[in-house]
């Protein structure tokens, strides 16, 4: 509030009118500041928004978890061993046959490199001209005929009379085509190495000179590049499976063998053995997860619903009606029965039991004992057919209850909806307070203004009278 220094002299300066206008100004004010008061209230909500952002991450947590034991690719999990991953490395996607293959290496994949005869003057000038860089395969491994790509355009590099290797070694790489330049430089002079940025032999590249002064085997201007080249042409990888040979452009080899991509990391003197299994661990883990994501959820609204006697403090939301519901939501549904037909109905017959608190507890052998028959754990979680088109199994339940919790028009958005509009009541309120409280001030500083104005003239009359009557009395004495 605005001081208003002047206003008492009038009232004889013993009136604090700062004061009492403030003291007026913060009785309007008190809906505001006052202990559960309007800001009290606005930090609360705040405080519930936040705390059921919490809870939606963890319930989508919880959703992502069950996503895993309803997909069929989650239970078609496998394993990739190698009998040396130095040397060759796999992985497989889920659902991929159990099998054995061996595989020997016979070459790396490499790049086309060529590099040009030494030149002198280093940093010395080219001679004008143009350059052409072509993708495309050569013949015979290299050295054969050239055979331009149809699907990558050529790239020509136009060369000035000033221009030197590095300034034209700059050119390639800025723009950006399949082809690397750098410039190496010896007791010989200087050279243009270049590199393609793929391995390969579709990947291979030829490039050709025109010189502006249209002579080429004068061994001068810019053809020198192009003639007398060293190169050193790419590869494809080599390998065999089995004794059957595949290629590939890459180290990788993605299709020779249905599911499964192993990747040639060096030669090798003797097959290596790569074996797919079927991964019973995975689908151990994936129930494990979900456990402990529909615990955190659990613990979560347990803590923020209830009550310590001791304390006499209260959860953040006890006594809110739809966390309760929220909990008892789930709680209902990881204890509901699949419509399976096989030896498990429930999650207890796996060894997932619910404890005290409602938290979920594993029984590690009993679960270990679930895992040795997959069709009827499988049916469990996703229902009696088995399929991801089930909705009755007790992963299905989850992600479907979860589903519509998380939707734009499901509980958390309706939830949070609910208490932003709520913020902005209370900041509406506080605003219409705030505006009057400074109406009551402007019209208290107004009223004490011409108050102490006219006690200020009722001050000076006064003294006046009193003048005059002293006056009178000392000319009557």
Do not use: C
């Not at 509030?1 to 008190?30: E, H, P, R, T």
């Not at 402990?292 to 809110?320: F, H, R, V």
């Amino acid at each position: 509030m605005a001081s208003f220094s002047s206003i008492g002299v009038g009232l004889g300066g013993n009136v604090d009118v700062n004061a009492l206008i403030q003291a007026s100004v913060d009785a309007v004010k008190l809906p505001i500041s006052r202990t559960n008061g309007l800001n009290d209230q606005a930090k609360f909500t705040q405080s519930k928004i936040s705390t059921f952002g919490q809870l939606k991450s963890m319930v989508s947590t919880l959703q992502t978890a069950a996503s895993k034991l309803t997909s069929v690719t989650g239970w078609n999990a496998v394993s990739v061993a190698s009998s040396d991953s130095s040397a060759v490395s796999a992985t497989a996607i889920g659902g991929t046959v159990e099998t054995n293959f061996g595989v020997e290496v016979q070459r790396l994949a490499k790049a086309q490199l060529s590099t040009s005869a030494a030149l002198q003057p280093v940093g010395g000038k080219l001679g004008a001209g143009t350059l052409k860089l072509e993708v495309g395969r050569w013949d015979a491994g290299g050295g054969g005929a050239f055979t331009a790509s149809d699907s990558v355009v050529g790239l020509d590099i136009t060369v000035s009379a000033n221009d030197t290797l590095a300034d034209i070694a700059g050119k390639i790489n800025g723009s950006n085509g399949s082809v690397t330049a750098t410039i190496l430089t010896d007791a010989s002079g200087e050279r243009l190495m270049l590199r393609s940025k793929a391995t390969g032999e579709e990947s291979g590249f030829r490039l050709s000179a025109t010189d502006a002064d249209g002579q080429y085997a004068d061994g001068a201007g810019l053809s020198r590049l192009a003639t007398g080249m060293a190169t050193d042409y790419g590869a494809n990888a080599l390998a065999t499976i089995n004794g059957f040979e595949v290629t590939s452009p890459t180290n990788t080899f993605a299709n020779a063998v249905a599911g499964v991509t192993f990747k040639a990391e060096k030669v090798t003197t003797a097959a290596v053995q790569i074996t797919v299994t079927k991964d019973a661990a995975a689908v151990k883990k994936n129930i494990e997860d979900f456990v402990i994501a529909y615990n955190a959820a659990n613990q979560a609204l347990s803590d923020l619903t209830s009550y310590d006697q001791a304390t006499k403090t209260a959860g953040l939301l006890q006594g809110d009606s739809t966390a309760v519901a929220l909990q008892n939501t789930l709680r209902n549904v990881v204890q509901s029965l699949s419509s399976s037909t096989g030896a498990f109905r429930t999650l207890s017959d796996i060894g997932v039991g619910v404890i005290k608190g409602g938290d979920l507890s594993i029984d590690s052998a009993k679960l270990d004992t679930a895992l040795n028959d997959p069709a009827a754990l499988k049916a469990l979680f996703l229902g009696a057919d088995g399929h991801e088109s089930a909705t009755d199994g007790v992963a299905e339940k989850i992600k479907a209850a979860t589903s519509k919790m998380l939707d734009s028009d499901g509980f958390f958005a309706a939830k949070d909806t609910l208490l932003q509009n709520a913020l902005k009541r209370n900041a509406k309120e506080i605003e219409r307070i705030n505006d009057r409280a400074d109406s009551t001030e402007t019209l208290l500083k107004a009223r004490y203004t011409a108050l102490d104005s006219r006690m200020s003239q009722l001050n000076a009359l006064n003294a006046y009278i009193a003048q005059q009557v002293n006056t009178w009395n000392k000319s009557s004495g």
